[in-house]
């Protein structure tokens, strides 16, 4: 009997040390909007580029390689891009793909979009908007919520105004993981500012950013928007109205309502549109230039900024940086991150 609980105790002793070699005591925990930092270096975040469209789908085996388009970014005083191809068709989810490929190489450059589903109801848009919001895309956009006018207007993929189809459903998503949501209206006219403000009105927990506002729009129109919908963004296409002898305006004529709500807007190149890229960073400068010193780095980096890099962690990231940590042999780690910081995790250790 004395032999049979010495080997009971061994056998349980024995049991405990593997149970607590492989006890596991790993807490992953997401930062908070009021834990981010703000970028100390000055320069510019671009709101708006289609370059995923015009960049190699294939990229440099080179680690000190930098392509000429990012290269041009840089020169213009431009820090991040919030990078995309095509908008609301097929060929978008391609595109959305670049993008993230590229984000991958050059983290600190890029912030990968997705613009690559249908709009309409009946679609799986939802739901491949969701996986990719899941991975890591902190950026909704472009999307092609009404478009008549544009180059781009035969988007398969596109709606009829901003609170048509599958979009409110959309802009929920957008919510749930705090992902702004870049929208193309042309024209804007009556019609389509009511169903924007309609849009903002049933949503207000979701940032809608109005592309390229200052395009064939009024001083009035905008600032009709920014007075009563606290959750629309404006986006200012610089290029267009330095460079294209279709603007109405100078670019000063927007700089006393960029200063009146310094907390609305955000610049975006998209990608020179009719008038050139390097004619469009250089009006980004221009504008940067002719903002007082108070707002400057607000309007420039700070707000888009926020909107992206203050998002907290997904779920699936969580699990797989969790599932990370246990296949390295890991045991017991404490992490707190936000969304960002988590896809560069990641993308360093992630086997």
């Known amino acids: ?43 510019i975040i671009d709101i708006h580029n289609h370059d995923a469209s015009t960049l190699s789908p294939v990229l440099s085996s080179d680690t000190h390689f930098v392509p000429p388009t990012i290269q041009l970014w840089k020169d213009h005083d431009v820090t991040r891009t919030v990078l995309f191809g095509a908008v609301s068709d097929p060929k978008a989810v391609a595109t959305d793909r670049v ?68 979009l409110p459903a959309i802009y929920e998503l957008a919510a ?40 064939f729009s009024s001083l009035d129109d905008l600032e009709d928007l920014l007075k009563t919908r606290p959750n629309i963004m404006l986006d200012f296409f610089a290029g267009f109205t330095d460079y294209n002898e ?26 020179g549109y009719e008038v050139g890229m390097e004619q469009s960073l250089q009006a980004m400068q221009k504008t940067s230039d002719l903002l007082r010193a108070e707002t400057r780095d607000r309007i420039t980096q700070y707000n888009a900024y926020e909107m992206i890099y203050a998002q907290e962690m997904t ?30 995790w990641l993308l360093e250790n992630e086997n």
């Open 1 to 43: 009997m004395t032999k049979k609980i010495f080997l009971f105790l061994l056998f349980s002793s024995m049991l405990l040390v593997c149970l607590a070699m492989n006890r596991t005591d790993i807490q992953i925990v997401s930062k908070r909007a009021g834990d981010l930092q703000l970028p100390e270096k000055k320069g």
């Open 99 to 166: 993008a993230w490929n590229y984000y991958e190489k050059y983290p600190d450059a890029i912030i990968p979009s997705i613009s690559g589903f249908p709009l309409r109801k009946g679609s799986n848009g939802e739901d491949y908007l969701r996986d990719q919001l899941e991975k890591g895309v902190p950026f909704i956009g472009e999307i092609f919520v009404a478009s008549t006018y544009s180059a781009f207007s035969d988007a398969k993929w596109k709606a009829k105004n901003a609170y048509d189809g599958n």
């Open 176 to 215: 749930q993981y705090d992902v702004p949501v870049l929208i193309h209206i042309d024209p804007l006219n009556t019609f389509q500012l009511t169903k924007l403000k309609l849009a903002a009105a049933k949503h207000p927990n979701t940032t809608i950013i109005l592309a390229h506002a200052n395009v």
């Open 246 to 271: 279709a603007s109405s305006y100078e670019l000063s004529d927007f700089i006393p309502l960029m200063e009146k709500y310094p907390n609305r807007w955000v610049l975006g190149s998209d990608s």
């Open 315 to 344: 779920a699936s990231q969580k699990q797989r940086i969790h599932d990370s940590l246990i296949n390295r042999g890991e045991r017991k780690v404490s992490m707190k991150l936000f969304k960002m910081e988590a896809n560069k």
